[in-house]
Structure formats: C-alpha cells, structure tokens
C-alpha cells in the first residue's frame, strides 16, 4: 500500500511539473494525489507497520501493534494536525495577497516609478535589481515580479530589451525573497514552521543573497544589450484614487513589515498578525473610498452594489485562490508522505550514503551537496512541495544552519529556469518569454548568482 501511496505521488508530481505541456492548471493534480493519498492511507491504514507524529517529530512505538480504532484516531488526529499547519500558511498568504491587491487598487506601485529618472540602460538595470531585491522581501517575490513588470512595460518600449530586464528581475526577486520570512512561500512555511526566526534569517542569508543578486546584475551591465540609452515615457496617472497611492503603498508595506514584529512580541502564529494588518489597512482603505461597508453583509442588495467600488471587496475577487488550493494540495500531499514515515527514512537514507562536504564548518548532520542538490531540483520542479518535504525530513532544531540553507537553495535554484519560480512563470505569462531563450540568456547568470551566494553562505555561516 505504500508503494501505491507514493506512485500517486510520483505521478501527481509529474503532472504538476509538466503543467505547461499537459494544459492543466498544477493545482488539479496537486488536489487529486491529495485526497487519494489519504484515501489510500484510510483504507489501508490497518497494513501499515510505522506512522510518524508530526509534533514529536519521531516514529510512534508500537503503532503496528495498536488497535484499528487507535490508528483511526491517531489518523484523524495527524491530518487535523497537517491541516491546522497548513491553514496558518493559507490564511497568512491569504491576507499578504488582499493588502497587495488593496495597494494596486489605490494604484501605489506608481510611486514606485518615481524612482526611475535616468534614460541609461545600465542604470535602469540596477534600480530595477535592487527595487526587486528589496521589494520582494516585503511584499513576496512573486507580487515583487508582477509590480516591476508592469512598471517596465510603461517606460522600456523594446520588448527585445525588455525580456533582458525581466529576467534580471526574476533572479533579483528571488534572492531577495530568500532572505525575508515573508518574501518566498517557502521561506513563509520555515519559518511559521518555527525552522527559522526572523533575526537568524536575515543574519544568515541576506548577503548571500545579495550576492546572489549583484553577480548576475553585474555581469549582465556589460552585456552589449544594456549598453547606451533608452526613451523613458512616463504615463499620468488620471484616476482620482491616485492621490492616496503613496499614503496606501506606504500604508500596506508598513503593516506587512509589522507582522514579524507581531509574533515577537506576542508570540502567536504570523497569520494573527496578518490579519491585525488586513484589517487596519482594510479601514484606511474603506475611509479613503468615501464607503460606508460592513464585510459581513454579503447578503444585503446594498453590499452587492458596494462591492463595485469596495476597495477590500475588489480585492478580495482578485486575490490568486488557484494559488492557494495548490499549496493546500501539495502540503497535504507530502503530509501524508510523511505520516507513513516514508520522508522520515528517506532521510535516513540520505545522511548515510551521500558524502559530506565541509563538516568541519558544520555540524547539522546533512551534506551541503543534498541542499544544493535540492536548490537544483527547484528549478525543475516546485519548490512549494521539496521544502515541505524537507521539512518532514529533517529534524533539527530551530535555526540551525540547514534551514537557512535551505531556504536560500530552495528561494534562488528556481530561478535557473523560467519555469522554477513562481516569478519565473508570472514573468513568462506576462512577457511571453520563451523557454529556450531563457535557458540560454539568463539561466547561466542565474546559476554564477545561485552558486557564488551559496559559496558566500558557506563562508558567513561560520560567523554565527
């Protein structure tokens, strides 16, 4: 039953990284594998020699030994456990994702074009890799990617040019979303999953990252396509909402940022924060669209017709929910994996074949080649579902290096294909960026930039 369980896996993975081929959308795959994985796991659960408890991270005694009415709560239990981890990951992106579209809404990523005053093609190149560094920290890599597209489409007319600056940008927002426990999805799941703190991720990864970042930026200055200038129109913002867009972009990245300070201090889960956040900005919002609005009559004739102009209502309807039922599907899916203790000897496994690689720098047990490794299978394949895995994985305790360097494998290895980051597909969707354009004019920076900041963790690690 097992072996059942885990080819579904197999190939409900494949699905998902073949999405573009088969013509469906990754989050039906990743629904699918999940609900017949812990249907599977229900009707066979009496044949299954070894269950994993997810909160004392260790295999139960005796559990072949256990009672059919015992392993039917002990499942209930463990899928309430995974189910209750997941939803704080959902609801917590859910909220980042309705204050960012709240900001669109006002329009405040147009200040964000004040920032551009040169015509130097060099000189748009760094603003642009630096604004993606540090706003994808803030408000994610993925959102970060969409924001600077569509200001680039504004002021680079070149579309030739204009693909160059685009994938420049996915390796920017990507590393800077490494480095910010709210800049990646996968680095959100470390550290609500207590792998990480706010403090240690920073210390540990932020100039790894920003030398992953700044190599492929430099290199790519030189490059004859970023040579001499270009012609920089700068479109009027007409709307009459547009003169809260720097009070309402301000606003929203203010409270986004407050969230780590929340869970300092109160230590409650991140999604408590978010929420707080949503909700004062959901106000301002609501003020400053001279609306009167309850959000709970979603009944009433009069809420309907708000809901035309209602900031929050607005962006509620525009938030990615397809995102979110696919990291539903997918952390679920490898929970189950790892209730069946399958993660857990896999990565037994590991730790006893593959070769270790600066142990003496070191001490979190798992080569530096298997995090690498994991960095490159990310740009194959989604990093949502590897990092997960990790997780079930590996145990050790908060903030040890590992976690760190997975985060920052995991965040920046996508980033060698355009298909292996979130920002990479958007960029695509957005640009029509050609697969093979990409693997030969941007992955090759990607992987100098991928491989100089992990070289550069190595180093900085030591320091801590």
């Not at 990480?196 to 030398?211: A, C, D, E, M, R």
């Not at 780590?260 to 900005?281: A, D, N």
């Not at 209730?339 to 798992?366: D, K, N, R």
Request: a negative charge; charged letters at 15%; glycine letters at 8%.
């Amino acid at each position: 039953m097992e072996t059942i369980v885990v080819l579904v896996f197999v190939f409900g993975y494949l699905a998902i990284t073949l999405e573009h081929s088969l013509k469906i959308d990754k989050l039906i795959p990743a629904l699918v594998m999940m609900a017949i994985s812990w249907g599977l796991i229900s009707l066979g659960l009496d044949h299954f020699s070894e269950w994993f408890d997810s909160g004392a991270h260790a295999l139960v005694d005796g559990f072949a030994d256990l009672g059919h009415e015992e392993k039917r709560v002990l499942l209930e239990e463990t899928l309430l456990h995974h189910l209750g981890k997941t939803a704080e990951i959902l609801v917590f992106l859910l909220g980042a994702m309705t204050i960012v579209e709240i900001i669109d809404y006002f329009n405040g990523f147009a200040t964000i074009k004040d920032f551009v005053k040169t015509r130097s093609k060099r000189k748009i190149l760094w603003i642009f890799s630096f604004l993606a560094f540090i706003l994808s920290a803030i408000i994610d890599n993925l959102t970060a990617t969409i924001v600077l597209i569509s200001i680039l489409q504004k002021i680079v007319k070149d579309r030739d040019v204009r693909l160059w600056y685009a994938g420049l940008i996915i390796i920017a927002a990507n590393a800077g979303g490494a480095w910010s426990p709210i800049g990646d999805v996968t680095t959100t799941m470390l550290w609500i999953g207590n792998k990480v703190s706010t403090g240690h991720l920073i210390g540990y990864l932020f100039v790894p990252s920003l030398i992953c970042m700044v190599i492929p930026s430099f290199i790519a200055s030189f490059l004859p396509v970023f040579k001499g200038e270009l012609s920089v129109t700068e479109e009027e913002v007409t709307e009459v909402k547009s003169k809260f867009s720097s009070t309402m972009l301000y606003l929203g990245l203010g409270a986004i940022i407050f969230v780590p300070i929340f869970k300092v201090i109160t230590h409650l889960p991140p999604y408590v924060g978010m929420m707080l956040s949503l909700g004062v900005v959901a106000i301002f919002a609501e003020i400053y669209s001279n609306t009167k609005f309850s959000m709970t009559e979603v009944d009433s004739h009069e809420s309907d017709e708000h809901a035309d102009h209602s900031p929050v209502h607005h962006s509620l309807s525009k938030i990615e929910l397809p995102s979110i039922l696919f990291f539903l599907g997918i952390l679920l899916a490898v929970a189950a994996l790892e209730s069946l203790g399958i993660l857990f000897e896999f990565a037994s496994t590991l730790e006893e074949t593959m070769p270790m690689l600066g142990t003496e720098l070191h001490h979190s047990g798992v080569s530096d080649i298997v995090v690498l490794l994991l960095g490159v299978a990310s740009a194959v394949i989604d990093n949502v579902p590897l990092v997960a895995a990790s997780l079930g994985m590996f145990h050790q305790p908060m903030d040890d290096e590992l976690w760190h360097f997975i985060a920052y494998s995991a965040g920046t290895g996508g980033s060698m294909l355009i298909i292996g980051s979130a920002a990479g597909v958007v960029a695509m969707g957005m640009e029509k960026i050609n697969f093979f354009w990409y693997l030969k004019k941007i992955s090759w920076l990607a992987l100098v930039g991928f491989l100089a900041g992990a070289f550069m963790f190595m180093f900085t690690r030591t320091l801590f």
